[in-house]
Nanobody
Framework: QVQLVESGGGLVQAGGSLRLSCAAS????????MGWFRQAPGKERDFVGD????????YYADSVKGRFTISRDNAKNTVYLQMNSLKPEDTAVYYC????????????????WGQGTQVTVSS
């Protein structure tokens, strides 16, 4: 079992940057693929990107590719989402999630979730 807590959300102007953090409890953090998802009001929860257990492989949704970067520090049990060149359409609640295997970008493939952190991008 792993528990996840996101932080770092807030209000930013278009073109700005934010870095989200997701701290995990437990000693098995390095055994999980970590993903980031987002959900805007009235919309489904969408995949943003993920990172493999070692951090050596990352994958991003087309909508954020080139602007967002995921990294992890297994010694600190933390995964990060660096968001640059933010757009109003990036406004959403952002969630980190943990999965036992890599490659499933469907939210149903992630059994462990954080509570989410709000990101609002003003135009």
């Amino acid at each position: 079992q792993v528990q996840l807590v996101e932080s770092g959300g807030g209000l930013v102007q278009a073109g700005g940057s934010l870095r989200l953090s997701c701290a995990a409890s437990g000693r098995t953090f390095s055994s999980y693929t970590m993903g980031w998802f987002r959900q805007a009001p009235g919309k489904e929860r969408d995949f943003v990107g993920d990172i493999s257990r070692s951090g050596g492989i990352t994958y991003y949704a087309d909508s954020v590719k080139g602007r967002f970067t995921i990294s992890r520090d297994n010694a600190k049990n933390t995964v990060y989402l660096q968001m640059n060149s933010l757009k109003p359409e990036d406004t959403a609640v952002y969630y980190c999630a943990a999965a036992p295997s890599y490659g499933n970008r469907n939210p149903r493939g992630y059994p462990h979730w954080g509570q989410g952190t709000q990101v609002t991008v003003s135009s």
